[in-house]
């Protein structure tokens, strides 16, 4: 009796250290965001060196020149409009060729999953010269087409090995009942199959949008008008150095992090089966 | 699987050495081809040159006369780029009218190197002969500039004349037999290596015969493989060098039966490829003069009688022996054809049987093919070249230069060597996938408790550093770094300690790298981990409980085995994310201090993006990739991560 | 309505042969069951025949029509799954009338069949419901109504009841013979359970390596089995086998193992002559084994003695596992026997009814 009363004494101060570190680990982990806020309603020459989360002089300055004085508006567009097109575009890439390597014994197939897993491997950099060179020569620069074009491309072998690993899981019988029941295969795909692969379509997606909301390097290459940035690139440029005005950074940042933040947020109870379903059988 | 794959490993060593011998084989033809067409151009400079210096030389008529004469050669061939006659510095000729009687202006590109050379024919008389010397040789540009000095009496200089002559054309080394014969090659390997069909040995010889058949062909059609060889060679050279001026340009007959006589060509075949004319050794030397006497008394003409009876000869001989190739290739390629026929109606019924498939394939394939796969390739290339910064710049080929660059600087410890950076690079990765896995498998299994509070919000307070945006996370960070004002700072001197400058020393700046990147990544690896462990069934636990097992115990023995099937591959993807992290090192510590910090990936940036240096950076980047494919193959085989995913 | 008739069907993968040159006629309006032990072939068989797999060799005739070419929406046939593969993202409506929507049936027409197909399996009241929200035995109702409204000419079942308990499963195995009755639509319906074979096939075929046995009426198989093989697979508990040799001591023929010798009479005597003295292999079906003590001796039986090794009382009957030197045998005798373990026991052979297969081949012996 009493050594039971002992041990359950000892498991309830491993449990309250527990929640203690979990919840330190928690604050570490969000503090960089609260700290943003901070700079980001102050002004420059309030910044000092202190843990605060409270702006010395608070000011809504910083996001009244982001917001208003340049054009916002315009970038959140050509971003939303270049990940909304790549995840669609991506998803329809992947989810097809996805399907095809798990469903179907066709010659080329090792080689064709392999060659997706070994781009992984690309070292971004060798790629800039070139991908700049078949943009242009596309005659896509400075066109939200030719960013699409790439992202979507390069969003592909993570998409695919992603989902081919969930339609492994979607039981043969679905599509053979539904064979035997008269439909098409591409119906099958359309009404089957993606449907019951919802979660990780919907994984993918996020993946897709978020490297086209985020990346930034490609397009500063390949956008040279300031009214065909995309909020990375806005971002990055007309706060120049970012070292000059780090409030202006940290409003732009807020701004440019917020939709995706909650997009994520709102996709994040499928990124478990979504992500895992494929790779772990039992 | 690993039968077959060893079983196709000969073969595919085999195939990749014939190519290289064959590219290698390539190379040479068309650079001997070049030589013999860079020959024939030189002696046609040479011979338009001639006649215009001899005028020099005699005085007779003045700067009308060689006018006329230039302005007559100009247009007699079209290749005569541009004519200039300098006596002293003052132009008597120019193919630029308004130049003529000028004065010659150093400053003047073009001029430039005739200027010198005018300078140093007058200043080092001794060295001067009566013999022309290559000003400029551009093969990219197929240009020469031909430099012929106008004496006086036996030493003394009179002017110089300069010729600028298109170089003619080189007919494509890559004639259609080159390609049969990589074609046939390829063919009969493949057939070797595939299990096809029964048909895949007499397949294999067939290919083989016709390889044999197109190599012979290529073999003896190409003179300068066998015909420069030989002392014949040269006279074959020249007697077609004769011919085609007697066919081209009659009028310049004599002055290369002249020359001839004078022994002038004999040694130049060998040795005018340098920039400056260097007289023949002694042992070549002595085999000119027996040439000369030997030649001594032949016409131009007869040399061409004699040449061509030569060549005659020969081509009879290699005309029969083509035709004995030719039934052996038309015997092999009706084979081949026959079994061809069946096999490619075969490879047809799979495109068909498989249709579905490809079809659904093909968009994806498309897109990875003209936008990673082409790039990816067009970016190796380069790692081969010299490539100018501006588009327009032509590449210059430099074999394994920039990887040796790289390699062979061994300094392992000073920073921008490429060992250091591999080093940094490799500490960088295992220190980050170490502390992702550590910190996301923690998080995983606390959170993964059925009765801990909260586990839903933390749940998803801990995914965000995920949803962020990895940029804006570095600059963030950077920021949170900063002297001044950042809060890692301010918790220091809330600790009573002085601000440090995260970025002045290797250490703290390595670690504001690291801090940075592990906040970026652990909530992936937790993802990960949350996944598989919802997938182990609780009664593995129950189980273990009851025979006994504690909570360690429990952990090593059930927890993590059946993690490692998701595991694995998350550790292998993060690796490669971790060593090709460009953001946080770019944005974070950007190098500093003294481009100690860098990785290989923004290594390669800088000499792509700052320094433009764009081959050094395409073999950086493939430095990378080799690495990168290495470690994948060799951990893909130990952990066996793709395991059951080809079935 | 229709006929099914496989012509020396053969289906390999790669270089292993599955299905090795198969020659059955389903008649119409015939419930055959191929029955067989799993890894057999069986299942490739019904996928065969369903189009779902190519058929390496050979000819698959559906009333009169090769159908080899012939994708499996054409081929007018519907199959129930092991697994019953609803689909998990439309309600039990929808399961139901995919396959008529698919055929573009009038809306109206799809209602009606659909609820009549319900209301004949009782799921009237789930059509709303999704698969998740089902017991077993419902979502089985579901995957056969899904079949039933189609109203095709074939009907296939793959193991559908191996999912089920065996209550729910013996339930569903009156249901099924009842619909057939009904519909007397053809059916091929495979299965490893060869209760479910004797009690619901018209006819069944016996799968054993790719090759099919024997067919014919449960009976006719029960009685007169082809081989070991067949004799072994049928029946339960199945029926005993020990290897003894026919031999001839003074005019008299026994059949003798280490710890058995028995006589036989003249007919069977006369039999075992016909085919020469030596070794054989014997079986006998648990019911042809009586207690001594409460069977009344008739001509052709025989008394041996054995150990009681178990005793399993299923209430109308009881098992009886003995031992006579190295041979083992089950015997279905009456609940009121006193045998107990360990003891010695008389039991009673029913010497007409043992069948003699050849040592070698297995086959059976007449």
Redesign the interface.
Request: no cysteine; glycine share 4%; proline share 7%.
């Given at each position: 009796m009493e050594a039971k009363k002992k041990r359950s004494f000892r498991e309830r101060v491993i449990g309250a250290l527990?929640?203690f570190s979990?919840l330190l680990?928690?604050i570490g982990?969000?503090?960089?965001?609260l700290?943003?806020f901070k700079?980001a309603f102050g002004s420059q020459r309030g910044?000092?060196?202190?843990?605060s989360l409270f702006p010395a002089q608070p000011t809504l300055e910083n996001f009244n020149y982001i917001l208003f004085k340049k054009p916002f508006f315009i970038w959140l567009l050509n971003s939303l409009i270049v990940a909304a097109a790549t995840a669609v575009i991506g998803i329809?890439?992947?989810a097809?060729?996805g399907?095809?390597?798990s469903r179907?014994r066709?010659?080329g197939?090792?080689a064709?999953?392999l060659?997706?897993?070994?781009?992984?491997?690309?070292?971004?950099?060798?790629?800039?010269?070139?991908?700049y060179?078949?943009v242009n020569w596309l005659g896509l620069l400075d066109n939200l087409a030719g960013l699409v074009?790439?992202y979507?491309?390069?969003a592909?072998?993570f998409s695919?090995w992603m989902l081919k690993?969930y339609f492994d899981t979607i039981?043969k019988?679905?599509e053979?009942?539904?064979?035997?029941?008269?439909?098409s295969?591409t119906?099958i795909f359309y009404k089957?199959i993606l449907?019951?692969a919802k979660p990780a379509l919907a994984v993918t997606a996020l993946f897709s949008f978020?490297t086209a909301?985020?990346e930034?390097?490609l397009a500063a290459t390949f956008m040279n008008r300031e009214l065909s940035y995309t909020l990375?690139v806005a971002?990055?440029n007309f706060v120049g150095q970012?070292a000059q005005d780090?409030g202006l950074?940290?409003a732009g940042?807020i701004l440019?992090?917020l939709p995706?933040?909650a997009l994520?947020?709102i996709l994040?109870k499928y990124?478990?089966?979504g992500?895992?379903?494929g790779?772990?059988?039992? | 699987m690993a039968g077959t794959r060893k079983n196709a490993a000969v073969p595919i060593a085999l195939l990749a050495a014939l190519c290289t011998v064959l590219a290698g084989f390539l190379v040479l033809d068309r650079a001997f081809k070049l030589d013999r067409q860079q020959d024939i151009s030189l002696v046609k400079a040479h011979l338009w040159l001639r006649p215009l210096a001899l005028a020099v030389e005699s005085g007779a008529g003045g700067p009308e006369k060689i006018a006329a004469l230039a302005g007559a050669d100009r247009r007699a061939d079209p290749r005569i780029g541009g004519l200039q006659v300098l006596t002293g510095t003052n132009f008597l000729y120019h193919s630029d009218p308004r130049k003529i009687g000028a004065d010659v202006d150093p400053e003047d590109a073009n001029d430039k190197g005739l200027y010198d050379n005018g300078v140093e024919i007058r200043y080092l008389l001794k060295s001067v002969r009566r013999k022309p010397y290559l000003l400029d040789l551009d093969r990219t540009a197929g240009t020469l500039a031909l430099c012929e000095p106008a004496l006086k009496g036996r030493r003394k200089s009179m002017g110089i004349l300069r010729i600028g002559y298109g170089l003619e054309k080189v007919r494509g080394a890559m004639d259609w037999r080159i390609w049969a014969l990589f074609l046939a090659l390829f063919l009969a390997f493949y057939f070797m290596q595939k299990k096809l069909f029964k048909w895949r040995w007499p397949l294999a010889a067939a290919c083989l015969l016709l390889a044999l058949a197109a190599g012979s062909l290529l073999l003896l059609n190409n003179e300068s493989l066998n015909l420069r060889q030989s002392r014949e060679a040269k006279l074959c050279h020249l007697a077609e060098v004769g011919a085609v001026l007697a066919r081209e340009a009659p009028e310049l007959l004599p002055v290369f039966a002249a020359d001839l006589k004078g022994g002038l060509f004999s040694d130049m075949l060998g040795d005018w490829k340098t920039a400056r004319f260097v007289p023949a050794g002694g042992g070549v030397g002595s085999a000119v003069g027996a040439e000369r006497v030997a030649w001594g008394g032949g016409s131009a003409v007869d040399l061409e009688a004699d040449a061509v009876a030569q060549a005659g000869r020969r081509q009879q001989s290699v005309r029969q022996l083509k035709v004995v190739l030719a039934v052996f290739g038309l015997l092999a390629g009706l084979l081949l054809f026959f079994i061809m026929a069946g096999h490619a109606l075969r490879s047809l019924r799979a495109i068909e049987k498989y249709r579905y498939s490809y079809i659904m394939v093909f968009p994806a394939m498309v897109g990875m093919i003209a936008l990673v796969l082409l790039p990816f390739l067009y970016g190796l290339s380069m790692a081969f070249f010299r490539v100018p910064p501006s588009q327009s710049g032509k590449w210059i080929f430099v074999g394994l230069q920039n990887f040796i660059k790289i390699l062979a600087d061994f300094h392992p410890l000073t920073p921008e060597n490429f060992y250091f950076i591999l080093l940094v690079t490799l500490m960088w990765t295992a220190i980050n996938v170490f502390l992702h896995v550590s910190i996301g498998l923690t998080l995983a299994i606390i959170l993964n408790k059925p009765d801990f509070p909260l586990k839903r919000v933390y749940r998803v307070l801990l995914i965000l550093p995920w949803a962020m945006p990895s940029y804006i996370t570095a600059l963030i960070w950077k920021g949170m770094f900063h002297k001044q004002f950042g809060a890692i700072n301010a918790f220091i001197k809330l600790l009573g300690f002085e601000p440090i400058s995260f970025f002045n020393n290797f250490w703290t700046a390595f670690f504001a790298n690291v801090a940075t990147n592990t906040w970026l990544g652990f909530p992936f690896m937790m993802v990960i981990c949350l996944g598989a462990l919802q997938s182990i069934p609780a009664d593995l636990y129950e189980a273990a409980q009851i025979d006994g097992a504690g909570k360690w115990q429990q952990f090593k023995r059930i927890t993590m085995p059946l993690l490692k099937p998701a595991l694995f591959p998350a550790i292998i993807l993060g690796t490669i994310w971790t060593f090709n992290m460009f953001n946080v090192i770019y944005l974070v510590s950007n190098g500093e201090p003294n481009r100690s910090t860098e990785i290989l990936i923004t290594q390669a940036y800088r000499f792509a993006f700052e320094k433009f240096n764009w081959g050094y950076a395409a073999a950086y980047s493939i430095l990378i990739f080799l690495i990168l494919l290495s470690y994948g193959i060799y951990t893909n085989r130990i952990t066996k991560a793709t395991e059951g995913v080809f079935d | 309505m229709a006929e099914v008739i496989l012509e020396n069907v053969t289906k390999k993968f790669g270089d292993v042969t599955v299905v090795k040159g198969i020659n059955l006629q389903i008649k119409d309006g015939e419930f055959m069951v191929l029955v067989g032990p799993s890894g057999c072939g069986k299942t490739t068989l019904l996928r065969l025949v369903a189009g779902l797999e190519e058929v390496t060799e050979g000819k698959i005739i559906i009333n009169g029509r090769v159908v080899n070419q012939v994708p499996p929406k054409d081929r007018d046939l519907a199959m129930v799954f092991q697994s019953y593969a609803l689909y998990p993202h439309m309600n039990v409506y929808d399961n139901m009338a995919f396959a008529l929507k698919m055929r573009k049936v009038p809306r109206a027409e799809i209602d009606d069949r659909v609820q009549e197909a319900a209301r004949i399996l009782g799921i009237e009241k789930l059509l709303e419901r999704k698969p998740k929200q089902l017991s077993g035995g419902q979502r089985q109702r579901v995957a056969l109504g899904r079949t039933i409204v189609r109203k095709p000419s074939v009907f296939l079942f793959d193991e559908p009841l191996s999912n089920l308990d065996a209550k729910l499963r013996g339930q569903m195995r009156a249901e099924i013979s009842k619909l057939h009755f009904q519909l007397k639509t053809t059916s091929i319906y495979v299965t490893h359970d060869q209760v479910e074979a004797m009690t619901m096939g018209s006819k069944i075929a016996i799968v054993n390596e790719g090759v099919i046995q024997q067919s014919g009426t449960p009976m006719d198989i029960y009685e007169t089995p082809v081989n070991k093989f067949v004799a072994g697979f049928i029946g339960s508990p199945p029926m005993n086998f020990f290897e003894a040799v026919v031999q001839e001591e003074n005019g008299r023929v026994f059949m003798a193992s280490e710890g058995l010798k028995i006589h036989w009479q003249e007919k069977l005597a006369a039999k075992a002559k016909q085919h020469g003295l030596g070794e054989y292999i014997f079986g006998i079906r648990p019911e042809n084994l009586h207690d001594a003590e409460f069977f009344e001796k008739v001509e052709g039986c025989e008394v041996f003695s054995g150990q009681v090794e178990v005793v399993e009382p299923m209430g109308a009957e009881t098992y009886v596992h003995l031992t006579t030197g190295k041979d083992r045998f089950v015997a279905r005798v009456t609940p009121k026997t006193g045998a107990r373990v360990g003891r010695q026991m008389q039991v009673v052979m029913e010497t007409a009814k043992v069948h003699v297969f050849d040592k070698k081949t297995w086959k059976a012996l007449r």
């Open positions: 527990l929640q979990i680990f928690a982990t969000v503090y960089p965001v700290w943003v700079i910044l000092s060196l202190s843990l329809f890439l992947a097809t060729a399907y095809a390597f179907f066709f010659p197939r090792t064709g999953l060659s997706f897993l070994i781009t992984q491997m690309f070292p971004g950099t060798l790629m800039m010269i070139p991908l060179l078949i074009l790439v979507s491309t390069s592909i072998p695919v690993g039981p019988e679905l053979e009942s539904a064979l035997i029941d008269g439909a295969r119906l089957i449907p019951l978020m909301w985020n930034y390097i990375p971002l990055r970012f780090w950074f940290a940042a440019v992090s995706i933040v994520f947020f994040q990124l478990v089966s992500l895992t379903a790779s772990v059988k039992g | - | -």
